[in-house]
C-alpha cells in the first residue's frame, strides 16, 4: 500500500495544542507511508489540490487526512479522492480537533494522543479495500408529519415542485398554533389572513394527499424507500357526507360545555365540534372524551347530533383504519407546546383566575376567539395589566435553560394590541432581558416603549390575591428594590417545550433530541435541517423554539432538501455492508436471528447465508456475532479494527 | 514509574451515531476531559466483536469502553441491546483470564450528552487508574 497522510492545522485550533512537526516526524516513519504532509486548510482548494498532485505524482492508493471529525469533512475528502480518480473509500480520517485539540489543555497529551490516532488511522487505511456504492430508485413522494405553518410551507413547497405529498396532522384541522393567533410581531400581520389561504391551497393541492386526525404509527426503510405506517382516528363523521352546517354541535346534549382545546380551555364547545370555523377540512368530529354515547355508552334514547344530521354524515360505527404510505423523504414538522406554568404554582394559574398563559391572552383578541376580539376578561376591561417573562424559559428549576425567543416579542405585540383598545391601560412588562433580535424587532420594540408600556427588569417571584385583588411580587433589579403592585390582569409570558411524545417518535424514525428535548440537527450551522438519518429532516419548532419567519424558512429548506432527491430519482447508499464469506459459513443461522432488517437469507442449496445488499445498514451486529468469522463489515473490517487496536496502544 | 503517574491506556470504541456524536459537540464545546482514552469508529456498538476486547487487553490495553446510544434510539433498533448482552459474557470471560471486569464498560452515551461523554472518560480514568495497570502489561509502563 503507498499511503499519504495530510496533517492540517486548522488554523490554531489544532495547531495551537498539537505539536504538528512531531506529528508528522512520527508518522512519516511509519512502513508504508510515502509522504506525509501538513498545511494550514486541508479542507481548502489548496489544501485539496496538495492531495490530488500527491495522489498522481506518488501514486497513492490511499490516504489518511488527519484533521477535524469525519462526520464533519469526510465527504468533502472523498470528492478530492474521486477527482484524482481515486476510490473515495480508500480514505481514513483521524478526528485531532473535536476529539483531541479541542478536548484537552496539555500540549505534551495532546501530541502523543494525536500522534496516536493517526497511526491507527494509517493502519486502517493500509487495509482498506477499494468499495463501489449501491444505487438505489427513490419513491417519489414525501410525508411529512405536522400541519402547522411549518409542515403546509413544507407540504406547498415541495408539492409545488411536482411531487406527491402526504401531509399528516394529528388534530381535526390543518393550521398549528399560528391559527390561534390574532396578529404576528412586528407587523401586526393577521395571523388568519396570511395562514387561511395557505390551508385552503393545502386541501385543493391536487398533489397533496391530507391526512387530518392521524398520527405515524411507524416509520421502517431508508432513504429513497421508507414505509409509514399512519393510523386514522375514527371522526364519527363521514367527511364526504358532513356539509359542515354546524346543526349537530347545537343539537349537541354537551353543547357549551366541553372545554374548547383551542381557545385554550377559555370557552366550552359541544362534544361534536370544529376547532375554529376556518378549519381545514371543515368536517365535524366527535371528541371520544367527552361524547355521552362514547363514553358512556348511552346519550338520552339516541344521540341528539344523530338526530338532527339531515346529510346522514354521523357515524358511531366508524372504526380506526391504518393506511401504508410509500415515500422517499420525511419532513418533520411537529411543532411544540406551551410549558404548564402549574409546575411553578407560584404563580397560581389556576387558581387566581385573573392570570392566564401568553396563549390563553393571545385568544382574547381574535375574532373568532372566546369574546370576540374584545378585551374583556372575567366581565370587565383590564386597565392594570403586568406581563411576566421567562416563565418556563431561562429557567433551571424546570429543566428549560434555553430561551423560547418568541416570548419577548409576542409580550411587546400584546402590550401593543392592549394599548389600541384600552389607551389608558397601564402596562408593566417585568423581564429578564429584552430580546429583540429578528428583523424590526428592535424597532417594534422600542414603538411599544414609545406607547407607554413600561418595562421593568426583574422576574415575577409570586402572584397572590388579597381582598380580592391580585398582586405582582417582583424586584425592580436595576433600582434594587422589591415591588408589590397591583394588576387586573396578568399574563405569563410562558414559553416553548418540545411535544411530549417527541422522544418517542424519535425512536420511530430513529432520529435523536437534544438535551432541551427538541429533535436534533445533524449539524448545528451546516446542516440544521438534516437529522442524522439520510432523508429525513426538521423543520420549525420541532427542532427548537424560532418564530414564524424562521419556520417557514426552515420549512422551505427541508422542501428544497427533499426536492433534490425526489428529483433525482435514485441514490447512492454508502456501501458499508456485511459480505459473506463463502467458505468460512457454515450456515448456522445465528446472523439471520441478529439482523434487525432481514437482510440474511438462507440460501438452502448451498447452506450458507446471503445477505441482501440492499436491506442491510451496515451496523455489523451480525459480524460480532458470528461464530466462524464469516461476516465481515465493509470499511470496518476485523482485520482493520484489530490493526487501529494494535496502532492506539503503541506509542 | 511510580504508582502515582501511572497514565492508563484505554481503548474506546463509540458507535457513530451516537457517542461519537457526542464525543464531537464535546469538543465543539471545548468540554475538557483527560486524553487517556483512544476513540475507534464503529457504525453501531453492535459491531465490537468480543474478540475486540480481548485483543485490545492483549495488546496492553489498561481498560475498554464501549460506548452506544441510548436503549430504544439505537441508529440500527436493536444493536446496542446486543452489546449490551455480550456485555455481560466478556466481564465474565474476563474474569476467567484475571482480568478485572470493571476494566470493561459500557455506557450509553447519545448526541447530545457531550458532558455526559467527557464526564464518563474523567471517571472510567479515575477507575482504571485507581485499578492500575493491566495484569497483562499495560499502561506508559514500556516507556
Known amino acids: 500500500m503507498r499511503v499519504g497522510v495530510y496533517i492540517c492545522h486548522c488554523g490554531i ?110 493502519s486502517k487505511a493500509s487495509l482498506l479495500e477499494p468499495l463501489v456504492e449501491n444505487e438505489v430508485p427513490v419513491t417519489r413522494a414525501a410525508l411529512v408529519i405536522g400541519g402547522g405553518i411549518t409542515g403546509i410551507q413544507s407540504a406547498l413547497d415541495i408539492a409545488n415542485a411536482g411531487y406527491k405529498v402526504y401531509l399528516v396532522e394529528r388534530e381535526p384541522s390543518i393550521g398549528g398554533h399560528m391559527a390561534q393567533f390574532d396578529k404576528t410581531f412586528p407587523t401586526l400581520d393577521c395571523a388568519a389572513c396570511i395562514l387561511t389561504p395557505k390551508m385552503v391551497d393545502v386541501a385543493q393541492h391536487p398533489n397533496i394527499e391530507l391526512l387530518t386526525y392521524s398520527d405515524v404509527e411507524d416509520i421502517s426503510g431508508f432513504i429513497g424507500n421508507f414505509k409509514a405506517t399512519v393510523r386514522k382516528k375514527p371522526r364519527y363523521v363521514n367527511a364526504d357526507s358532513c356539509v359542515s352546517c354546524g346543526d349537530c354541535a347545537e343539537a349537541c346534549r354537551l353543547a357549551g360545555r366541553v372545554p374548547n382545546a383551542f381557545d385554550m380551555g377559555l370557552a366550552k364547545r359541544s362534544a361534536i365540534y370544529v376547532p375554529f370555523p376556518q378549519a381545514v377540512p371543515l368536517t365535524y368530529t366527535v371528541d371520544p372524551d367527552a361524547c355521552l354515547l362514547l363514553t358512556r355508552g348511552k346519550c338520552g334514547k339516541s344521540p341528539k347530533c344523530v338526530d338532527v344530521c339531515t346529510a346522514n354524515a354521523i357515524d358511531f360505527t366508524q372504526e380506526a383504519e391504518t393506511v401504508e404510505l410509500e415515500v422517499g423523504t420525511i419532513v418533520v414538522a411537529t411543532g411544540y407546546d406551551e410549558f404548564d406554568p402549574t409546575l411553578k404554582p407560584e404563580l397560581h394559574l389556576r387558581e387566581n383566575p385573573n392570570v392566564f398563559t401568553g396563549l390563553q391572552f393571545e385568544r382574547f383578541f381574535a375574532p373568532n376567539g372566546p369574546t370576540g376580539g374584545e378585551l374583556v376578561v372575567n366581565g370587565a376591561v383590564p386597565k392594570r395589566i403586568v406581563f411576566a417573562s421567562c416563565t418556563g424559559s431561562r429557567d433551571k428549576r424546570v429543566g428549560n ?53 413600561q418595562y421593568r427588569r426583574g422576574l415575577v417571584s409570586e402572584i397572590y390575591e388579597e381582598n380580592g385583588v391580585t398582586h405582582v411580587r417582583a424586584e425592580d433589579s436595576l433600582l434594587g428594590i422589591p415591588l408589590d403592585i397591583e394588576a387586573d390582569l396578568v ?161 | 514509574m511510580t504508582e502515582s503517574a501511572f497514565e492508563p491506556k484505554i481503548v474506546g470504541f463509540l458507535c457513530n451515531w451516537c457517542s461519537y456524536a457526542g464525543a464531537d459537540l464535546a469538543g465543539t464545546s471545548r468540554i475538557k476531559y483527560s486524553p487517556n482514552v483512544r476513540v475507534i469508529r464503529v457504525m453501531c456498538s453492535g459491531r465490537v466483536d468480543p474478540l475486540f476486547v480481548l485483543k485490545a487487553f492483549e495488546e496492553g490495553a489498561d481498560g475498554v469502553l464501549i460506548a452506544g446510544c441510548h436503549p430504544g434510539d439505537c441508529h440500527y433498533q436493536s444493536g446496542n441491546y446486543k452489546t449490551q448482552r455480550r456485555i455481560h459474557v466478556m466481564k465474565r470471560m474476563l474474569e476467567q483470564y484475571g482480568i478485572n471486569p470493571d476494566r470493561l464498560r459500557l455506557e450509553w452515551v447519545s448526541a447530545a450528552e457531550s458532558t455526559r461523554f467527557a464526564h464518563v472518560v474523567d471517571d472510567m480514568t479515575k477507575t482504571i487508574r485507581a485499578l492500575g495497570p493491566s495484569p497483562l502489561g499495560g499502561g506508559d509502563r514500556h516507556e
Open chain 1, 13 to 122: 485550533n489544532i495547531a495551537k495544542t498539537v505539536d504538528i512537526n512531531r506529528v508528522v516526524e512520527a508518522i512519516s516513519g511509519m512502513g508504508g507511508v510515502k509522504v506525509c504532509r501538513d498545511y494550514q486548510y486541508m479542507c481548502s482548494d489548496p489544501g485539496q489540490e496538495l492531495i490530488k498532485k500527491d495522489i498522481n505524482k506518488y501514486e497513492l492508493n490511499t490516504v489518511v487526512v488527519a484533521a477535524c471529525s469525519p462526520r464533519m469533512h469526510l465527504t468533502t475528502f472523498q470528492s478530492t479522492l474521486k477527482s484524482a480518480k481515486l476510490n473515495p473509500y480508500m480514505i481514513e480520517m483521524a478526528n485531532i480537533r473535536e476529539q483531541c485539540s479541542w478536548v484537552h489543555e496539555d500540549k505534551e497529551e495532546a501530541t502523543k494522543k494525536a500522534i496516536a490516532m493517526v497511526r491507527s488511522a494509517v
Open chain 1, 401 to 453: 435553560p434555553y430561551c423560547s425567543r418568541v416570548c419577548c416579542m409576542y409580550i411587546a405585540k400584546q402590550a401593543h394590541l392592549v394599548k389600541e383598545r384600552v389607551p389608558d391601560a397601564q402596562i408593566t412588562v417585568f423581564y429578564c432581558d429584552v430580546r429583540a433580535f429578528g428583523k424590526g424587532y428592535e424597532e417594534f420594540y422600542e414603538r411599544v416603549q414609545k406607547e407607554g408600556v
Open chain 1, 491 to 651: 399574563v405569563l409570558g410562558t414559553g416553548m417545550i418540545p411535544k411530549p411524545d417527541a422522544k418517542a417518535l424519535a425512536q420511530k424514525l430513529h432520529i435523536s433530541n437534544s438535551s432541551d428535548g427538541f429533535f436534533l440537527e445533524a449539524h448545528p450551522k451546516l446542516r440544521p435541517i438534516d437529522t442524522v438519518t439520510d432523508g429525513i429532516f426538521v423543520a420549525g419548532t420541532a427542532q427548537g423554539p424560532k418564530d414564524i419567519p424562521d419556520s417557514v424558512a426552515q420549512a422551505g429548506a427541508a422542501a428544497a432538501h427533499s426536492i433534490d432527491i425526489l428529483a433525482k430519482g435514485k441514490i447512492t447508499i454508502e456501501p458499508y455492508n456485511a459480505v459473506v464469506n463463502p467458505d468460512l459459513c457454515g450456515g448456522c443461522r445465528i446472523c439471520e436471528a441478529l439482523c434487525p432488517f432481514d437482510a440474511h437469507h438462507y440460501d438452502e442449496k448451498k447452506g450458507i447465508m446471503a445477505i441482501n445488499d440492499t436491506l442491510c445498514k451496515g451496523c455489523g451486529v451480525c459480524g460480532a456475532g458470528c461464530p466462524a468469522g464469516a461476516i465481515s463489515l465493509n470499511h470496518f473490517r476485523d482485520s482493520q479494527i484489530l490493526a487501529q487496536i494494535g496502532a492506539v496502544l503503541h506509542d
